[in-house]
Structures are given as structure tokens and as C-alpha cells.
């Protein structure tokens, strides 16, 4: 189960983090401190203190981190582990010593809880003509906070590397089954370009208005390392992973910060030689990381990863199955599909996910193989278990479909919803897919719109909300850059259930038992 491979996954982990913290105590200094060095993140800055930002083009990155420097606890994150009385949480620094500790509790003044952290540390890429290893992290720590009370609010403080941060706060997830409001950010493609910054800015302010944000998630293409200063190097530039969690840190150290992976974390082409090596390295997720599922309140949640099989005889194929069908409906009325590849999108660029890369590939590099499944196998089991929605990334824009099924049957309107609503969030911070590739100024929108889409934007940065309001209804906002006061648009989708699709897969069968005893 979850807790049993999330288990397997910690254990690895602390047996890393004592040969780290045996290296910290035997052989200290490896990281030294530079006090003159800080490093701000320009969360301060608008649109126009960016020139080389220009509709559809993000612009350069912005400067890079050098977490060697950074002495005190970066790149805060919390993760959900699957289970509402835990909080994981991780975080960076330039050295370790043998007391590194989140402490944490229900009161501002009173953090009686400690929770002891493991840290590992990992070298990329060894030149052979510089002898020298290209990046050495810093010590990332983990350490898992327990004995939550579920959907109530939590202080907590790191003491990591002989400093303290400051104190910071998160909801605990409600219990499985609980029927309280749910709301979540949801974003994809961001990097570290001025535009990643505006956006995240955005979305910062909007926890300022709205404080009860209970995660996000990222539908992959997280950091783009792959692709610093325009160029796709034969191995990533893993500063730019610093750079990334320092700009997410602000919503991240708020609350869970759920990811799947995209093709630049896992791809070997469009990852350079990553193959989500550091995607597991750095982020402490349910399962098997890639595909997971998890439950918080009244939503089933469940991770995919459209850069592998998902037909009937893969490996992920058979796992979503059995996972959508042990999903009570009746406890978790709300199933939530996220991904990075979209099957439904009407942006000439990318097209609909089919499994196969429509990219030019280097000489030196052997083209991607074609996953199977897509989308035809997938549609079947989302159609088959009723999934409600299908949050993706990928494509540079945004696209909120109506309900659909099959490619062309369309239901224009969102009452009494009885197909999946695909929504993709792609503008996150990425060059906007505005101009079809290889053309000057042919947009990637063609003059006929598809029935199935019911919204989409090519020419804006922002971000979504998801809301679940109650049992039957839901609330889906997307917000412009810049633009935190009012949504661009907003939409309520409802559904109503028949009493056999409430019951749950164990009601059924008992019902069916009883009939088939007296009848």
C-alpha cells in the first residue's frame, strides 16, 4: 500500500542520511558559509522591470541561486504523505550538524512536537576535463511531522545548520470522508523565467485574500533544468532546481506541494540524462512517486505519469485500474485525475497526447520510444470510473473543456455533469504556445474551435483554483499574472449521482448477496 512503499522510501532515506550526518561530523567544512552572500528572489518586481519579457516569450531566468552560500533552512516545502496526522517536509541548506529538527504544534507559542530529520546530499556529473563534479546540492533534509490533527493549523520552526526560520504555518489535511470545503492551486510549466516569478507572485497574493488553500498541483515541467539559457546541455544545470524551490518556497512552506512528473523531469531527452532522478531526489511523494494516489476530505486524487505505458498489460495500466475501482464514491465522492500530457487540446503545438514525441531530436540522441495506451486505453478507464476531472500541463496555454467523452461527444453545460471536464494549466511561467513552431506568425489557435472546448488562452500567464465546495459541486477559477483580485473566469460545474452510483463497491455487493438470497 501507500504507507508500506512510503515506509520502504523513508527507510532508504535515513540510511542515507546517517552516512551524510557521519560525513558532517567526521568531515565538517564541506560547504563553507559566505556571510556577505544573500539571495532574493524579485517577487517585488512587475512586468515592466523585465525588457526581455514579451508576449509570447518569458525571457532569460532569473539569477540563479548558489545554495553553497545559503546558510539558513531554503527551498521549505511540505509534502503529503497520504495519511491526514502526517506532514512531510523538506528542506536545504549548506551544512549539517547532528541537531536537525522541525519543531511543530497547534499553538504559535507552544511547538511541543520534534521531528527529527534525515539529510542526503548528491553530486551531478563528473567533467573529466575539469576533474571536478559540475554541482554538489546542498543537504537536503526530510523529516516527517506525526500526530496532526486533522484539518486544523499547525505552526512549525526548523532548527537546521545552527539557525532557525521563522516560524511558519499549514491546515492539516481533513479526514478521508470529511465533507468540508476543499480549495487548491494548480499550475504547470513554470521554470525559473520573470514570468515563473509574476505568476508565483500572483499566487502569494492570492493566499492573502484567501488563506485556507489546502495544497497545489503541479502538473510537471517543474524547473526546466534541461533547458538553462535557452540550450539543452548534455546534462541539466541543477542550480536551476535550487532556484525553482526558492521561488516556490513562499506557497510551498504553506502547504503540500503535490507534483507529477512532466517529460522535462523524466524524459531522457527532454530531462538530459535526468530520467527523474532528481525528481525522486527532491521531492518526498505517495507510492512510487511517478503514479500515486491519495484521498483528502471528500476528493480521490490520483497521479499519473504520461511519459510511461498505460495500456492493459503495463504496469501503470494495471495499477490505475485496480486503484480507480477500490475508489468509494460514497466516502470520496470527487475523483481528480492529474498529469502533464493532455489527451485533449486544441493548441496546434503538442496536439492531443498519443504517446509518441512530435519533437526533432539531436543526432546524438535515439528518438523516444512510443507509450502505449494513449489515449484510447486511458479515456476507457476515466470514462469507465467516472472521473470528474483531468488536470494537466504540457501545452503553453489554457484550456478548459466542457464535459467529454470519445473525442466528439460534447455535453455543453456544466450541470449534472456526467463526463470528465479536462482543464490544462500550461501557463505557469514558459514561452506561451502563441506561434506554431517553425512559422513566424501562424497562432496556434485555428479559426474553427473544437466542440469540445468550451475556454482557452494563448496569450496570458496565470494560474487555476480548484474548489470542492460539497458533495456535488465544484468551483474552477483561472487567474491572470498580475491579476489577483478577480478571476478571467469562472465556472461552477454540479453533478448528481443515481443512489447505485453513491453506494459504495461494498454496499453493492451486500445488496447483491441479499437479493440473490431471498429472490
Known sequence: ???????KQWYQRRVRGVIVLLQAIYFPGSLAEDPEYSYVVPFDKTLSDFPDVHMPKCGSEIKQVDVSKVTKPNQIRLSYTGDPYEMAIT??????????KVVYGVLENDLNYTANSISHQYKWHWDQDLAKWLYISGFIHEALMINLVPGMQHFYQIESNNVKSPVYSFIASPKVGAKTPLSFLHTADVGTFPTSVLVTATMIKRLETKKTFNGILHCGDISYANKYKKKKPHRAAQHVWDTWGMIAQPI??????????????????????ENGTIYSKRFILPGNEHYYTFSMGMVTFVSVSTDEDIDPQSDQGVWLDRTLAKVDRSVTPWLVIFQHRPIYNSNLNHGNWSGE????????????????GWP???????????????????????ERTWPVRNRNEVTKSYNDVKSPVHITCGHGGKTLY??????EEKNTYNEHVPEFSAARDNE????????????????HSMYLMEQPDAPKEEVIITK????????????????LALLIRYF
Open 460 to 475: 496570458n500567464w496565470g494560474h487555476c483554483e480548484i474548489e470542492f465546495l460539497d458533495a456535488t459541486r465544484a468551483k
Open 434 to 439: 502563441r506561434i506554431v513552431w517553425g512559422s
Open 376 to 398: 484510447d486505453d486511458f479515456e476507457a478507464l476515466i470514462l469507465k470510473y467516472d472521473v470528474d476531472f483531468v488536470l494537466a500541463g504540457h501545452v503553453h496555454h489554457y
Open 357 to 372: 514525441s512530435n519533437y526533432t531530436y539531436d543526432d546524438h540522441w535515439d528518438k523516444m520510444p512510443t507509450y502505449e
Open 496 to 511: 448528481k449521482r443515481s443512489r447505485a452510483e453513491r453506494l459504495s463497491p461494498r454496499t453493492l455487493l451486500l445488496v
Open 1 to 7: 500500500g501507500i504507507n508500506a512503499e512510503y515506509g
Open 252 to 273: 510551498s512552506s504553506r502547504m503540500a506541494y503535490i507534483v507529477t512528473p512532466g517529460n522535462h523531469e523524466v524524459d531522457e531527452y527532454d530531462s538530459t540524462m
Open 91 to 100: 528542506w536545504t541548506t549548506n551544512g549539517v550538524t547532528n541537531h536537525e
